[in-house]
């Protein structure tokens, strides 16, 4: 095999990039001779066509991670059932965790199918201002595995984003897989277009958790997503019996609020452990609905306030043609 | 003590491994790294039997003047998480690098030599820079990572798998086809959110023909330092009834333990301190399940 040996820590430039196809990391891929030649440059059509079909979509939102396993689903739909208390606000969460969708079963729409209207695909509702759209319904079997490469996964979360009847929403909430890859780099590339509110980084408290968590900070400045701030999660454990306190994730380098600190990012809040909230998702159930006074319910409405505020204000400042994405 | 020189068949470079195990999930942060290394370490020191309360089998092989000759199982551990290696970290070798000559020289861990692992980890500049990669580059480097390593003459090469069904796990199929691949572990964590992408990796294991090993649940129940008191923070039973509907082995429960990441640097101090731990009978008794 050809020696690709100094381009394996060298990632893909990026298609737009100057060095596309030039670069190091570019030995081996397919793209190659695409992107030498300039012609993956060009901007791809479908990044107009989605800016227009989101252009009813008031507040876009990615909530990402590096790591697997903190609790990205759990806190997308927590944040969903969260902003849809307000009854006048219609919201949305598109599951982009092509290989591993858990967002039908974590906000109660497991089982359900997608219907195709006039006007696209239309998400499945779980109340009258909450909807959700995930490979998951379009599964024969929930215990399927999808089996796909990367650029078939592209392809659909382009067609989640120009063919699905978003209608006029007040936020699209979009779940992320672990890692850095085609689904990330496609959801930048196809929204790159659009005005896009930022990223929430979610963490749990130790290390090895922040060590991917810092990859993830980095890939989003390097692309241009704003990053509204992170979020630890699983920051401790209270025994229902004793009421001691028990750091089950350690915050052996001082957790996420000292990360954000060293990556110059906000820190927007910390949600500790509940076996109620594991059992919810299992369930479907808004946890901050069924146990509103349980800490982690407080904490999550304070973080979801946070978010929302800041939101307004970033919707605002680019209202105003004082802040632009690429 | 340097590895044993390999007996590479370059066209099938590793045929001479005798045990290949693939650490899978299908979900993310179940603790499929961590039961990697502990898995790894375990195996590495399988030819030794650890009695508590008694002599070392070892100790009594040093008393009888022999000091070579049982227990040199070498183990390969392979990061197959291209964008989120954590086995370095995991087992504090991160500041190591792998050097390049004709092919990539693993890492070893230990003195003995008888750990070595190979990341895409060592061979970043900065620890905090995004790994980001298409399908087709985690392809190339998977194959590197399978064809042009140095494996020396392993009993067992144990792969930590990202999770998902995707490229890196197409290629690894792809890539094995051909050797003494053993199965998959396959690791959940209770609740029901993580057995149903457990159950789509099954899926996939059924499909391109993987061995099922067994099934591990981690992160099953937390007992309170304080109090004993148990808490299933991430539900109860889910793994053990899983392998049961699918007519899998279930091979067994890990409790929570917070400190299991400072039991995973390899050293025999810290290694001394696991073996105190339920979550250290949890995993001897996988190991015992898995060599037997």
């Given at each position: ?122 998400p499945v509702y779980i109340d009258e201002n909450l909807s959700v759209m995930s490979v998951g319904f379009l599964l024969e079997s929930l215990d399927s595995a999808v089996i796909w490469r990367g ?176 | ?116 692992v190979m990341s895409v980890g060592f061979l970043l500049t900065n620890r905090n820079d995004a790994i980001i990669l298409r399908g087709p580059k985690k392809n190339a480097t998977i194959k590197q ?148």
């Open positions: 095999m050809e020696n690709v040996a100094e381009s394996i820590p060298n990632a893909c430039p990026g298609t737009a990039s100057q060095t596309a196809g030039k670069a190091s990391g570019c030995e081996g891929c397919p793209n190659q001779k695409l992107c030498s030649t300039g012609k993956a440059a060009a901007v791809d059509p479908a990044v107009e066509e989605v800016r227009q079909h989101l252009s009813t979509v008031r507040h876009k939102m990615l909530v990402m991670s590096g790591k697997g396993g903190v609790g990205k689903s759990t806190f997308v739909s927590q944040l969903a059932f969260g902003i849809a208390e307000d009854r006048t606000k219609q919201v949305s969460v598109l599951d982009i965790d092509i290989c591993g969708p858990s967002i039908p079963r974590v906000m109660g729409a497991e089982g359900q199918q997608v219907h195709l209207s006039g006007s696209g695909w239309s650029p078939r996964k592209a392809g659909l979360i382009k067609d989640f984003l120009c063919k699905v009847d978003w209608n006029e929403l007040d936020y699209l909430l979009i779940d992320t897989p672990p890692g850095t890859s085609d689904e990330h780099l496609s959801i930048e590339k196809y929204l790159s277009g659009s005005t896009i509110d930022g990223a929430i980084i979610v963490t749990t408290p130790q290390e090895i958790a922040l060590v991917d968590v810092r990859k993830q900070i980095n890939f989003c400045k390097r692309v241009g997503i704003n990053i509204i701030g992170v979020v630890e999660n699983m920051s401790g454990f209270v025994c229902p019996k004793c009421t001691r306190e028990t750091q089950i994730f350690i915050p052996e380098t001082g957790g996420g609020e000292k990360m954000a600190e060293e990556m110059a990012v906000p820190f927007l809040g910390r949600i500790p452990l509940d076996p109620r909230i594991a059992q919810c998702c299992d369930d479907g159930q808004s946890f901050v609905s069924e146990f509103p006074d349980s800490p982690a319910a407080v904490a999550y409405k304070n973080v979801i306030a946070t978010i929302v505020s800041r939101c307004e204000k970033v919707h605002q400042e680019a209202a105003s043609g004082a802040m632009e994405t690429d | 003590m340097d590895h044993m020189e390999t007996k590479k068949n370059v066209e099938r470079p590793l045929a001479f491994v005798k045990h290949i195990i693939l650490i899978m999930s299908g979900k993310g942060g179940v603790g499929k790294s961590t039961v990697a290394v502990h898995l790894a370490l375990r195996l590495k020191n399988a030819g030794f039997k650890v009695i508590r309360g008694v002599r070392t089998v070892r100790a009594k092989i040093r008393y009888l003047g022999i000091t070579e000759g049982i227990g040199n199982i070498l183990v390969g551990l392979l990061d197959a998480d291209l964008c989120g290696p954590s086995i370095p970290t995991m087992l504090n070798i991160e500041q190591k690098k792998s050097k390049f000559s004709k092919n990539w020289e693993p890492v070893f861990v230990d003195m003995e030599q008888r750990l070595c990572f399978l064809n042009d390593v140095d494996w020396p003459d392993l009993d067992y090469l144990i792969i930590d798998m990202p999770p998902g069904t995707s490229d890196e796990h197409i290629s690894v199929i792809e890539n094995l086809r051909e050797y003494n691949l053993d199965g998959a572990l396959l690791i959940t964590t209770p609740q029901a959110v993580a057995t149903g992408d457990v159950r789509r990796e099954l899926s996939f294991c059924k499909k391109t023909v993987i061995p099922i090993i067994g099934i591990v649940e981690n992160m099953s129940g937390f007992v309170c330092p304080y109090c004993q008191e148990c808490t299933n923070i991430f539900s109860k039973g889910g793994g053990e009834f899983l392998a049961n509907q699918l007519e899998v082995p279930f091979l067994g429960r890990i409790p929570i333990c917070p400190q299991i990441s400072r039991y995973q640097d390899g050293h025999a101090e810290s290694l001394k301190l696991f073996s105190q731990t339920n979550e250290a009978d949890s995993i001897e008794a996988i190991v015992k399940k898995l060599v037997k």
